[in-house]
């Protein structure tokens, strides 16, 4: 069965192809999520870490063993908290509960 996509670009109708006959601009729902992929990654890339990353890796990389000491410590309280919240989130979902 042969599947007619249209262009997004030039509403055009295709045939089974991957690209737009007319101009050019891909018709493929794998090929356009691979570009949206691309797009976002770019942008991910591009943009600079915010004040609170940088501050987190100052602490996590500081040269001051007690700062290093309470990031560890801060860190693995926040692990347990979201462990057990997970859990209770996961009870509250169950079919039995």
Known sequence: MAVERKCLHCNTWNKDNDYCIKCGEPVSPIIIEERREEKREERRNSTPPSK????????????????????????????????????????????NG
């Open 52 to 95: 609170l990353d940088l501050f987190i890796a100052a602490w996590k990389n500081s040269r001051f063993i007690l700062l290093r000491w309470l990031y560890h410590i801060l860190y693995t309280i926040s692990f347990i908290f979201v462990a057990i919240a997970s859990f209770f989130a996961w009870l509250a979902a169950s079919p």
